[in-house]
């Protein structure tokens, strides 16, 4: 099921959608400012609903946003990017069994696992 969103949510995920490369709160407003959206705050309240919904996740080294391309992404909590240094693009990685490995490695020093996010820098396939 399609959960619904608002008309800012769509806005803010249309233009994450668009872009090639993950977006900062301010240029996504930039981008929007025509389409009625005013404030920092109008943008950040959409993208907590969006990553709350998995269509969209964070780039937390580059504060930044990416839409999710993958339909029922289950990366809601636990995310792993790779990140291109040159041309900056982004790329989703899905994981299969990331969270297990995590959980095994954290259980060896008796700490108890609750996400990850993984942030792998590289060159892409274009930049090669
Ligand atoms: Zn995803
Ligand atoms: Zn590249």
Do not use: W
């Amino acid at each position: 099921m399609e959960p619904s969103l608002t008309n800012n949510q769509k806005i803010v995920l249309e233009a994450l959608e668009d872009s090639e490369q993950p977006l900062g709160a301010y240029s996504i407003l930039f981008n929007i400012e025509k389409k009625g959206i005013k404030s920092p705050q109008q943008v950040y309240r959409a993208l907590d609903k969006l990553i709350e919904i998995g269509a969209v996740h964070k780039i937390e080294s580059l504060n930044s946003y990416i839409a999710c391309k993958h339909k029922d992404c289950k990366a809601r909590e636990s995310t792993s990017f790779l990140i291109c240094q040159e041309c900056q693009k982004v790329y989703e990685v899905l994981e299969s069994d990331l969270s297990d490995k995590f959980i095994k490695l954290s259980q060896e020093s008796n700490f108890k696992y609750f996400t990850h996010n993984l942030e792998i820098f590289g060159i892409c396939d274009l930049c090669n």
